[in-house]
């Protein structure tokens, strides 16, 4: 989109131009970030994997991205210790998943529902890229 400095009837008008300008400048910028999922674990250790999971979050914003992190939202309204609830969440989460631009791993352990979202990542053609705990990129599997 160009912004003109006239407006229809040919007059100058400044007004409306910062302000489309500022307009496109925000569209340019949203555009610009990528959707991440954060795979990493849950179940086991969850006050620790949560309170890793928002780190990685935060790594996520601070790298320009929109993090997606089924695992800190979905376990405050389904029971993680019902198998129904926890697959009805992993389901949802492969949901968003489908939605994102790359698939981000976080540590060296796969869990099971981390290795069903790296498979789906994998077939349906995400980019995935792993880090180590601590937010360092490493090769990967």
């Not at 949203?30 to 890793?52: H, L, M, Q, W, Y």
């Amino acid at each position: 989109m160009s912004v003109n400095k006239f407006n229809a009837e040919g007059y100058h008008d400044p007004t409306v131009f910062e302000a489309l300008t500022n307009i496109e400048k925000v569209e340019k910028q949203r555009k610009k970030k990528k959707i991440v999922f954060i795979c990493s674990p849950f179940a086991g250790d969850i006050e620790g994997n949560t309170r890793r999971a928002k780190r990685y979050g935060r790594f996520a914003v601070i790298e320009k991205a929109v993090p997606i992190i089924p695992h800190l939202m979905y376990p405050q309204f389904l029971e993680e210790n019902d198998p129904d609830e926890r697959q009805l969440g992993i389901d949802m989460g492969l949901i968003l998943l489908g939605k994102c631009q790359e698939l981000w791993v976080f540590g060296s352990r796969i869990s099971s529902g981390m290795s069903a979202e790296i498979t789906k990542a994998k077939r349906w053609n995400i980019p995935i890229r792993y880090f180590t705990t601590e937010c360092v990129e490493t090769k990967g599997e």
